[in-house]
């Protein structure tokens, strides 16, 4: 598992961690932010498999796809004004998005 330039990350749950990438004002680190949320999400996804619960699956869903709005922002903003990158703008998505 990658580490997150964020510590206090580890223990806090996907809904902490998804709050923070959508409150995320600096661009600097709203990547990291998104990176971490979307981590949380899917391992409680894969955790949840196992005994699937539908209101949570659909908030996972919904969280995921606000992750995704929230990146494709950042990136039309760094494609209009150049807003810096992090040092490693190619890992803002562990998986694939669709």
């Known amino acids: 598992m990658a580490t ?4 206090q990350s580890q223990s806090m749950d996907w809904k902490e961690l ?3 990438a ?3 004002l600096d661009p600097i680190k709203l ?3 998104i990176v971490d ?5 899917v391992e409680r996804l894969e955790v949840t498999v196992a005994k699937p619960q539908a209101y949570e699956h659909q908030e996972l869903n919904d ?5 995704r709005v929230i990146h494709r922002e950042y990136e039309r ?5 150049g ?3 992090n040092s490693n703008p190619g890992s803002l998505f562990l998986i694939e998005p669709d």
């Open 4 to 7: 997150s330039a964020y510590p």
């Open 18 to 20: 998804y709050q923070l």
């Open 22 to 24: 959508i409150l995320e």
């Open 31 to 33: 990547p990291e932010r």
């Open 37 to 41: 949320a979307r981590r949380a999400i």
């Open 63 to 67: 969280a995921l796809n606000g992750l």
């Open 77 to 81: 903003r760094l494609q209009r004004y």
């Open 83 to 85: 807003e810096q990158r």
